[in-house]
């Protein structure tokens, strides 16, 4: 157990139970406990492998790369689709984490062992997500917005995308170009 990460099992009010079972579960598979965007993340030499977080409804173990698992139990969940790599495994009592213990265990290994065999989830290019029309017509009008947005990391492009093609009104689209416009120039991620 790392201390750094006691606060955030101290801080949950609603699901202090079953976080004290999955940090158990997890901790007795040989990873190593960290604390990486606020929340109990769990590694295996270095690389991440699941990770512990809370939401209203339910507490969660999250695998990192859960798309390239075996969900031969058909219990692990994607968040949106838009996430290409991370699965979750959603927990709403103690009672399901104690019944699925035995699955999660060999879940958490089978992970470890995805790591260990370098697998990468492939995932998609900026290119194949939805271009938001009004996106497209300030990249033709100017060209610098469109070297800057090419110059981005696909991570960053994605981003974009995903953020400009999101409102059904093209107004409301219109608006989110011209809000980030400034930054693409810049070289900065939409959360940057």
């Known amino acids: 157990m790392n201390p750094k990460v006691d606060f955030y099992f101290n801080k949950a009010k609603n699901w202090q139970e079953e976080l004290e079972q ?11 406990e960290e604390l990486k965007w606020g929340c109990p993340c769990y590694t295996f030499q ?3 492998i699941v ?9 969660a173990v999250l695998f990192f790369k859960g798309a390239l698992l075996n969900d031969t139990n058909g219990i692990l969940v994607q968040q949106t689709e838009n996430v290409q790599a991370a699965r979750q495994m959603r927990f709403t009592n103690v009672r399901e ?30 290119t194949e997500f939805k271009m938001a ?6 990249l033709d009008e100017i060209p610098a917005l469109k070297t800057a947005f090419e110059a981005l990391t696909p991570g960053r492009q994605r981003a974009y995308l995903l953020h400009f093609s999101a409102p059904k009104q093209s107004k409301t689209r219109e ?4 809000k980030c416009m400034f930054q693409i120039l810049n070289g900065k991620g939409l959360n940057d």
């Open 133 to 138: 029309a009004e996106f497209q017509t300030k």
């Open 46 to 48: 270095k690389s991440n």
């Open 175 to 178: 608006s989110r170009v011209e």
């Open 97 to 126: 984490i104690k019944e699925i213990q035995p699955i999660l265990k060999a879940y958490i290994n089978e992970a470890i062992e995805v790591e260990k065999a370098g697998l990468k989830v492939e995932l998609k290019k900026p």
């Open 22 to 32: 999955l940090r158990g579960i997890v901790l007795n598979c040989g990873l190593t």
């Open 51 to 59: 990770l512990i977080h809370v939401f209203k409804e339910y507490c």
